[in-house]
């Protein structure tokens, strides 16, 4: 009994506050290795892609530089308004940078892009490491395998809205756990790119899921993950007319070119190999949430029937998540079958590092850059240029531009035909005043003659249309041959003195 009365006493006593065991403060050093790693990881990558844009990153450059001036949401500044940039906030985040010159704007894109991508990997890094549950070396795997990832390496310095897409995927999948911040972030990521609307929807539930919440909670989710897109969607419908964006319409696809897209997406990003683990995924509800919503946004990929971007650019916002799902499952993994896992995808990400697109694409910037700086003094004197690449024609001129591929201009967006085929004949042009056209010819021109423009390959049906049109010919003589790199270059020309 006396024992039994000391026992009592001992449990019932008030317990004494006691510093922290020694082996918690020594985690410390481990979680800021890892997120070292995982930083470096964003980092080192994106560095050897420096080289890398599109010609869409400018395209926003020009509008966020029209921001900034208080010209407005135009492209051309005496121009309408217009719904050229798809990702409806990238502008106005881009404008308190835009006070520069198109290619210095350009330039900070890229870098606010690295710090994003920076950011999201220390942050991911750090989470892995947590994940003590999973060998070490099975954690190290999946960010060696994202640093071989081509297409997140290139599209974190693309100078495109994709890097801080991908930052915010990534932080809304480390919050998991916490179903309300999770549909927060996951739905401003679907105002960026408004095809992962379905991703943030799908990733808000099963983290509710996951973390068993009541349903009224779990529909607060949903209306957290969908009102960002729903904003963009009623400013649209204000502003112009029609809640999609607009290169909906100017860049209609077909079903097998996003299925091909989507499969082949899921191939060059390394990380959807690491999660083909269904039995280990079963046992962790929170990276089968994961890869559940990565499954719908792939399958959202095909039903908006992919990209004609490289490197597989609508894919990769999901990778660094797909990696952390990975590490999540390898906890309830037999670790030969991680092992094998990760040694597939490595060798895969090898053999892909040895094609010749990862040179050409570092080139890609530099290339760009000379073709804008020798074309600013030939189209000094032009009022209005058409072209089928906007892009870098923005950066070379402050005329106004007609979009032959309408995907700054709703009139030729309307038009029959796809990205590269809209029904742009001589007429349009003449009424659009334009004194200045630019076509693509990628094998360069006969014999390096300008003068035999005409007899040049033009393989975009809108350009070589024109090129054969009788009153273009006419109307239009070639004045000069503007070189883009190891790929062809442009045919400009000029209308003929009345």
């Given at each position: ?127 892995i490491g947590r994940v003590g549950a999973a060998p070490w070396w099975g954690r190290a795997a999946a960010l060696a395998i994202l ?317 070589a249309r024109l090129a054969r049109d009788p009153v273009v010919a006419r109307h239009f003589s070639a004045t000069d041959w503007l070189p883009l790199g190891r790929r ?11």
């Amino acid at each position: 009994m006396q024992r039994i009365g000391h026992e009592a006493g001992r449990l019932l006593a008030p317990r004494r506050s006691s510093p922290p065991a020694p082996f918690s403060r020594a985690r410390w050093p481990r979680r800021l290795a890892w997120a070292a790693l995982g930083a470096l990881v964003a980092v080192v990558p994106a560095l050897r892609m420096w080289g890398f844009t599109v010609d869409d990153a400018l395209i926003s450059v020009r509008y966020a530089r029209h921001l900034a001036a208080g010209v407005g949401w135009r492209f051309d500044a005496a121009g309408p308004t217009s719904d050229g940039v798809t990702p409806l906030p990238w502008p106005v985040v881009l404008a308190p940078l835009a006070g520069a010159e198109p290619l210095a704007v350009l330039a900070r894109a890229k870098a606010l892009g690295l710090l994003a991508s920076a950011a999201a990997g220390a942050a991911l890094g750090a989470a892995i490491g947590r994940v003590g549950a999973a060998p070490w070396w099975g954690r190290a795997a999946a960010l060696a395998i994202l640093a071989l990832s081509v297409p997140v390496a290139a599209h974190a310095v693309s100078g495109m809205e994709t890097a801080l897409a991908t930052a915010l995927a990534t932080a809304a999948v480390l919050l998991v756990r916490r179903p309300r911040w999770c549909a927060i972030v996951a739905g401003t990521t679907a105002a960026f790119r408004p095809e992962m609307a379905a991703w943030a929807v799908t990733l808000a539930v099963c983290a509710g899921v996951a973390a068993r919440v009541r349903p009224a909670r779990a529909a607060a989710g949903v209306a957290l993950a969908l009102a960002p897109f729903a904003c963009c969607a009623l400013v649209r419908l204000a502003a112009w007319g029609r809640p999609a964006p607009l290169a909906l319409l100017a860049k209609p696809g077909d079903a097998t070119f996003g299925l091909t897209y989507a499969a082949v997406a899921c191939v060059v990003t390394l990380a959807p190999a690491l999660v083909l683990a269904p039995f280990a995924l079963a046992r962790s509800r929170e990276a089968l949430a994961i890869v559940l919503a990565a499954s719908v946004h792939v399958a959202a990929i095909v039903v908006v029937r992919g990209d004609w971007m490289p490197y597989a650019r609508l894919m990769v916002p999901v990778v660094p998540g797909l990696s952390y799902a990975a590490v999540l499952a390898a906890a309830r993994a037999h670790p030969l079958a991680t092992a094998a896992r990760s040694l597939a995808a490595a060798c895969l990400g090898v053999a892909l590092l040895g094609q010749g697109a990862v040179a050409d694409g570092r080139r890609v910037g530099a290339d760009r850059r000379a073709l804008v700086m020798a074309a600013r003094p030939a189209l000094a004197p032009a009022r209005c240029v058409a072209a089928l690449d906007v892009g870098w024609v923005g950066a070379a001129t402050e005329a106004d531009i007609v979009d032959l591929a309408g995907v700054t201009d709703l009139e030729i967006a309307s038009l029959p035909g796809g990205h590269t085929s809209k029904r742009v004949d001589a007429i349009l042009l003449r009424a659009r005043h334009v004194d200045a056209l630019l076509l693509y010819a990628p094998d360069g021109l006969p014999g390096g003659d300008v003068a035999r423009w005409l007899e040049a390959s033009y393989p975009r049906v809108v350009e070589a249309r024109l090129a054969r049109d009788p009153v273009v010919a006419r109307h239009f003589s070639a004045t000069d041959w503007l070189p883009l790199g190891r790929r062809g270059g442009y045919v400009l020309l000029r209308v003929r003195s009345p």
